[in-house]
């Protein structure tokens, strides 16, 4: 009997993702554990693994697609000894999803099927709720079915074709604030277009009274008017990605509900840099002749603040409206700088780590991250996280905390000083770090207690090995 092969959750929290590249074709045979597709989520490319035996029958989201709603059928697959071509023509009642590629031309709304929820991918084919079908216009036209929350603020219906919809979220647009040129003012895809450079664009509504507490504040200045600040074809505008999104997002979530404080110390690396020099001199060679390992400041880093947070338990917590979450174990996020964005893979068990160890699994994780190759479990969660601008010559600053998490460390770069040492004032290489905690999860003292144990270690690494 043909199954519908679905379009799988890579993360607990995925709602949608992209069909980036089939790896198999139609015709072709695959059997539990091959790899048959390449699954694209903001965060990074992964492999989707057959856990059935049988034949591709039907490629229903071809390469490409975007926005494709979890558990939405993508493919059909053919048993052992069924009759392919039969098991294909299943396929025509599929939902199908929106293609990236797909033509700027609007679809006539059809009659929604009895299906007890709708996907929340846009364009997955998935039922219409009552409350969304489509109502008579006049002339006997049927508008088309309302997306979930459009016009929900004015209470009124914003008529949009699918792909105008699509068009407009990859944009950042609020579609609600689009003047329509299609039939009876639906907003069709060249109005989206249009929009993109601020044609066609109405005022933004006034805030909602009545906001719940704690809810994101209006922006100081809508899209018109900051477009309407520059002259037309003096800049380009480049739609956000997924990935940018979910930046802004989860950092506007711990800017606005995390209340943080911050704390600094400069720590001396002689005894770091001259540790580094000898245990990189001691390394082995592979077969190759190059060096096994090769330890940077930053490795030290990692460590010390995974030691630390052992050595100051009660810091090492995620908070949660219920309980504190006391972390056993120190899983260090390191902030990774992409194109467009940054990622946090994680170094699990840091505390028990060798640096060496910990030297080559950040460079692999930090070359699959810029691959976009990173798997859920290798960036989500963690204890507390690391984030270096040392090599840009940036001597200090301060990082936004990674919810779940309660603290963060900025580190900036080292570099010689004037320092006072026994009423003489010398050089000496130094390093300012500076630690946001959650004050949710940690009082002022806790986190220096915490911020003061990384600084012993990082000036005496030999009791990073003790």
Known sequence: MATNILMPALSPTMEKGNLAKWLKKEGDKVKAGDIIAEIETDKATMEYEAVDEGTIAKIIVPDGTQDVAVN???????????????????????????????????????????????????????????????????????????????????????????????????????????????????????????????????????????????????????????????????????????????????LTIATNSMPTFYLTVDCDLGKLMAAREDINAAAGKDKDGKPLYKLSVNDFVIKAMAIALQKIPEANVSWTEAAMLRHKHSDIGVAVALPFGLITPIIRQAEIKTLSAISNEMKDLAARAKAKKLKPNEYQGGSSSVSNLGMFGIKDFTAIINPPQSSILAVGTGEERAVVRNGQIVAATMMSVTLSCDHRAMDGALGAELITAFKKLIENPVMMVV
């Open 72 to 250: 939405a059928p993508i493919a059909v697959l053919a048993a052992e000894g069924e009759d392919v071509k039969a098991a294909a023509s299943s396929a025509a009642s599929a939902p199908k999803a929106e293609a990236k590629s797909e033509p700027k031309s609007e679809a006539k709304a059809t009659s929604p099927s009895p299906q007890p929820s709708p996907s929340k991918g846009e364009g997955a084919g998935s039922a219409v709720p009552q409350a969304q079908r489509p109502s008579p216009l006049p002339g006997g036209e049927r508008s088309p079915p309302k997306a979930a929350g459009e016009g929900a603020a004015a209470g009124t219906r914003i008529f949009s074709t699918p792909l105008a919809r699509r068009l407009a979220k990859d944009a950042g647009i609020d579609i609600a604030r689009i003047s329509g040129s299609g039939p009876h003012g639906r907003v069709i895809a060249s109005d989206v277009e249009a929009a993109k450079s601020g044609k066609g664009l109405k005022a933004a509504a006034a805030p909602a009274t009545g906001a719940p507490a704690g809810a994101p504040s209006q922006p100081a200045m809508t899209d018109q008017q900051i477009l309407g600040l520059y002259e037309e074809g003096s800049y380009e505008s480049i739609p956000h990605d997924g990935m940018r999104r979910t930046i802004a997002q989860r």
